[in-house]
């Protein structure tokens, strides 16, 4: 009896160490699985630790403001701090803590991998000299996004320039609003201001930014999940390049959406939509990790598509439009959180498109093309808002419709119609409530069509076609106007292929 | 025994004096040292081009100058550096054309009403000018060294920034 008692007592124990095993490793798991999916920048390894380099830099402190996980520090030299000299790495080129180039030369090295080069303020865009971003100038052809990087002078006694990070934009029909983060300007100052658009030209003395192409959805590798052990998935950069294998999978593309999982700015994470129970949603970040479960949904990739709808730069929301009356539309936040409710609605996958209809910078704008007359497309912002007219007269339906971005101003809302008949060939509304404008005349439908960004000038609007016809193989037309440009000899159809960057 | 003693005493005395002395050379070396040290030897760099001139400490004797009229013709602009920095680095970045210790603005504009304006420790009057300090925006250089002196020199020509003056006529 004793010796039971004695035995029962140990097995208690032991079953208590096992369970508090089980609870420490689940913790440590959901910890980990969080802050992969939800990672912000990382703080800055030279910092030590050590909020805006208090430590090294003593009497620094944050401003208040952050973007992206990026601090706004200070007190500036123009503040009344002192001065510090830097180096992100061994031989980097040095930078002066906290002036407005700290800023955005941390930024550019932590969110795009910029190595530190030699510019002030007002240089900041024009010295910039890698492959990766594209300068844009403020003479109103195109917007800004937000994680771009601007320079501007201010004006008289303005000699270095400023310069700071993008955090938001907010414009409509070219006039609005956008914030930007910022060091070492006119105190007070909590790291953030407004800065005002009018017919789309910034404010402020903003003479350009610097432009990452991926933020923008500037999407220009060919992904195939081909179903074959022999292949599994793999990818055609650029669309040019020799297939590189990704990951041996067999999953095909029909339960499959690229999206940006991870938070790196890069579409080029996919997740399964398996609709089996006890597998739920799956990601395998940046196509090439074995699979991590984010959600345990059933739903299927039928009723799924993927968008920013908490405008956090990311397209990594998923949205469902179930046609279901109790369900309406909703929206799961980086995928792996619970439906959230967006709006009552019935409308199913089958008419809508996602778009930048408000050009706030953000994909979150669900565009119906009814096919009735009367009402046409309409479109329904940040997926919440009432229907809103958009384009009465337009009675094409989504089967001929996909979104770009043509007139290069930085937003998805430019609407590209197929129509598969010589003489009419490929048409654009621009915005989505322009009158059409013809572009290449092509029978080539949406079958055999994708639209990214092929010529890398950050702009989705060039057109990759997949023929299947070893005469063609894959071929791009650039902004949708010029002649057919070889990209490779491939028979692959566009059956297995997805655009993404990878 | 008188004569022992006699002896010793004197050993006594002689050695006495020889610590005293000791002891009175080392405090007499250190004092002189302390005093030279409080007395720092002052340079004047003179930028006849705008006649002006600004005292600076014996590291930064060897300070470079180049003036920028072209972005603010009304209002010049000097950019600093040191023959010893612009030496220091092998990339060209450290020369006074890219200011590495900074820039001062002439101007005769209230620097309150700058758009972009710099604290007061930063800016002094000088005749009808305004004087205004700013410190460069970044390093100059990938090395580490280098950028250690170029913050040291930072800190020189900013503590000295407050000695310039308009030069008188000689």
Redesign the interface.
């Given at each position: 009896m004793n010796n039971t008692c004695c035995n029962m007592i140990a097995y208690l124990r032991i079953f208590k160490r096992f369970l508090i095993v089980v609870i420490v490793v689940s913790v440590a798991t959901v910890i980990l699985v969080a802050r992969v999916v939800y990672a912000d920048l990382p703080q800055p390894a030279w910092w030590g630790g050590n909020v805006c380099d208090s430590v090294t830099n003593p009497g620094s402190y944050p401003l208040g403001g952050s973007y992206n996980g990026q601090l706004a520090c200070g007190p500036g030299?123009?503040?009344?701090g002192?001065?510090?000299?830097?180096?992100f790495y061994?031989?980097?080129?040095?930078?002066?803590e906290w002036?407005?180039?700290?800023l955005s030369?941390r930024y550019l090295y932590l969110a795009y991998g910029v190595a530190?080069y030699?510019?002030?303020?007002g240089e900041m865009v024009d010295n910039y000299s890698g492959d990766d971003l594209v300068k844009v100038a403020n003479d109103g052809s195109r917007l800004p996004s937000p994680g771009d990087i601007f320079s501007s002078y201010?004006?008289?006694?303005?000699?270095?320039g400023?310069t700071g990070v993008i955090m938001s934009v907010n414009i409509s029909n070219g006039n609005g609003t956008i914030t930007i983060l910022e060091q070492n300007?006119?105190?007070p100052s909590n790291g953030v201001r407004t800065v005002s658009v009018a017919n789309g030209i910034l404010g402020s003395g903003i003479v350009g930014w610097l432009h990452n192409p991926v933020d923008s959805a500037g999407l220009n590798d060919i992904f195939q999940a081909t179903g074959l052990s022999e292949y599994g998935w793999r990818v055609s950069y650029n669309g040019t390049s020799a297939w590189q294998s990704l990951l041996a999978s067999t999953t095909t593309k029909d339960s499959l959406v690229v999206g940006d999982f991870d938070n790196d700015g890069k579409d080029d994470d996919v997740l399964q939509a398996s609709g089996v129970s006890g597998i739920g949603w799956r990601v395998s970040m940046n196509g090439n990790t074995a699979w991590q479960t984010i959600n345990g949904s059933t739903t299927t990739k039928s009723t799924l598509m993927v968008g920013d709808f908490n405008q956090d730069g990311h397209m990594d929301d998923v949205m469902q439009a179930t046609g279901l009356s109790a369900y309406g539309w909703r929206v799961s936040i980086g995928g792996n959180t619970a439906w959230q409710s967006l709006k009552a609605s019935t409308t199913t996958m089958g008419s809508l498109l996602l778009g930048d209809f408000d050009s706030d910078g953000y994909v979150d704008d669900v565009m119906q093309a009814s096919g009735i007359s009367g009402i046409g497309w309409r479109v329904s912002y940040n997926g919440t808002s009432a229907w809103q007219p958009f384009n009465t007269s337009m009675t094409i339906t989504k089967d001929s419709l996909m979104v770009g971005d043509f007139d290069n101003d930085g937003d998805l809302d430019d609407i590209f119609y197929t129509s598969g008949v010589y003489g009419t060939g490929w048409k654009v509304s621009l915005n989505g409530t322009g009158a059409w404008q013809s572009l290449k005349d092509s029978t080539a439908t949406q079958s055999t069509l994708l639209l990214g960004d092929f010529d890398s000038d950050g702009y989705v609007d060039d057109v990759f076609q997949a023929t299947g016809l070893s005469e063609y193989g894959w071929r791009v037309s650039y902004n949708g106007t010029s002649a057919w440009q070889p990209l490779k000899a491939s028979m692959t159809t566009l059956g297995s292929l997805m655009v993404g960057d990878f | 025994m008188t004569k022992n003693i006699s002896y010793n005493t004197r050993y006594l005395y002689a050695t006495v004096i020889f610590l005293a002395v000791a002891v009175l050379a080392v405090v007499t070396v250190r004092y002189a040292s302390a005093v030279s040290d409080s007395i720092e030897e002052i340079y004047e760099i003179k930028i006849s081009e705008l006649g002006l001139v600004i005292q600076v400490p014996r590291d930064l004797s060897d300070m470079t100058y180049k003036i920028d009229t072209t972005t603010f013709p009304e209002s010049p602009t000097i950019l600093f550096s040191s023959s010893l920095l612009e030496d220091s680095d092998k990339d060209g970045f450290c020369t006074s054309s890219y200011g590495p210790l900074g820039l001062i603005t002439v101007t005769k504009l209230d620097p309150v009403k700058l758009k972009y304006a710099p604290s007061y420790d930063n800016w002094h009057s000088a005749g009808e000018y305004n004087l205004i300090y700013q410190y460069p925006q970044q390093g100059c250089s990938r090395d580490a060294k280098v950028s250690e002196l170029q913050s040291k020199l930072i800190n020189i020509l900013h503590k000295s920034f407050v000695t310039t003056r308009i030069q008188e006529n000689e």
């Open positions: 030299s123009n503040q009344g002192g001065y510090l000299i830097v180096h061994n031989n980097a080129f040095g930078v002066g002036e407005c180039v700290e030369k530190p030699q510019a002030n303020g201010d004006g008289v006694g303005d000699y270095w400023h300007h006119a105190l | -």
